[in-house]
């Protein structure tokens, strides 16, 4: 099956700094999603991404969608205690509904 | 509130024992999952409903059985449940096909099978 493969793993960070994290298939895909999952709760949508190149802001975050479609970007810049979690990829191939998940990338922010 | 509803939030079960997870949605998605998630692994897809009437097996299926009761419920069933099944279950649901905008997730249900 389709593997995403996302890193860091996890990720140890002083309030104000910028974090970098990516994700990287072995296959291509049409759509790249971005998740964060606070503590104790399901993920929640960030950013998603419909074609190669694009660049998508939503606050603070950015994301980018690969030129070869088999890789994504995220930026988070000055972060906040608020921003910990576990940020997960997502890609989707074709029309179907169905996504496949990256393994997930932990933040913490210490102040 | 619009959303994902699972219940329970919390389950210890023994193994061998059965239990159904439920999950309900109300913003009339065609297209309802089942994940798992445990540590390092990331979120593995048990079972899918692309539509009311229809289920497809995932990644990871052994163990488990489903039924899309209609067209806002999709509920998720260990007939004998192992220690290997403890997990955090998410029930997610989406648009049936196209761009959609991605899933929308319930909080879980933190199961524990000893």
């Known amino acids: 099956g389709q593997q995403l493969n996302q890193s860091p793993q996890s990720m140890f960070i002083q309030e104000g700094e910028d974090v970098s994290m990516n994700c990287t298939s072995s296959s291509i895909f049409n759509t790249w999603l971005w998740y964060k999952q606070d503590p104790g709760e399901g993920p929640v949508l960030l950013i998603a991404?419909?074609?190669?190149?694009e660049l998508t802001s939503n606050g603070r975050l950015t994301a980018q969608f690969g030129i070869t479609r088999k890789d994504s970007f995220l930026n988070i810049s000055a972060s906040i205690p608020s921003d910990v979690g576990i940020y997960f990829c997502?890609?989707?191939?074709?029309?179907?509904?169905?996504?496949?998940f990256g393994t997930g990338t932990r933040l913490q922010v210490t102040l | 509130n619009a959303g994902v509803t699972q219940t329970p939030k919390f389950q210890v079960l023994k193994t061998g024992q059965s239990m159904t997870l439920q999950c309900a949605q109300d913003m009339n998605h065609n297209s309802m999952y089942w994940y798992r998630q445990d540590p390092g692994m990331g979120l593995r897809l048990i079972y899918y409903?692309?539509?009311?009437?229809?289920?497809d097996k995932g990644e990871v299926p052994n163990g488990y059985n489903v039924s899309r009761l209609n067209k806002r419920e999709f509920s998720l069933r260990l007939e004998s449940a192992a220690p290997s099944q403890t997990s955090v279950y998410f029930c997610?649901?989406?648009?049936?096909?196209?761009?959609?905008?991605?899933?929308?997730f319930g909080s879980g249900t933190r199961l524990t099978v000893v």
């Open positions: 991404l419909y074609k190669a190149g």
């Open positions: 997610a649901s989406s648009e049936a096909s196209g761009r959609g905008y991605g899933y929308t």
């Open positions: 409903s692309a539509s009311e009437g229809t289920t």
């Open positions: 997502a890609g989707r191939t074709g029309t179907a509904s169905k996504l496949t």
